[in-house]
């Protein structure tokens, strides 16, 4: 497996996250800051992932973000203006997660070393095991307090 075609930095995937966020969620104030050291395992989790594969290789990667389901709600309510009371139901979950997901595997997308489809995002509370994967980073970071865990493998 070429560990090439994702040449994706810690510091390149802060500042997509801290760009997403501040553009799509937090009206262009940058509160994702990087959190020192492993996030450990969420007790009620949920994650959403998109791949990116390169069809002529055979090979891609995944982006992987994953949180505490009270932060899931809160991105939630905070991308879809909803109240802070406001009940968050599946439907809204799987639509607003799933697209924090999209926004920051597309742009992950953007720095492959060669050109890639991007799948639907999916969201579930964890991702499928890959047969074939590498592990290539995580990035933890804090918004408003909550953990994030953002992850890339190499798959193919």
Known sequence: MSTTLVAVGRDQILTITQDVFAAMIDGGEVLVTEQEGPA??????????VDMTVELL???ARAVVRTETAAAHELTRALLMMGPDEAVGPEDLV????????VVGGNVKSLLAAPAVLS??????????????QFMQD???????????????LIG
């Open 40 to 49: 450990g395992d969420f007790a009620d989790p949920v994650c959403a992932w």
């Open 58 to 60: 055979g090979l891609g």
């Open 95 to 102: 639509d607003a997660f799933g697209e924090l997901a999209n």
């Open 120 to 133: 639907l995002p999916t969201v579930a509370a964890h991702p499928p095991e890959l047969a074939q994967s």
């Open 139 to 153: 990035l933890t970071v804090d918004w408003r307090g909550y953990t994030l865990v953002v992850s890339l493998w």
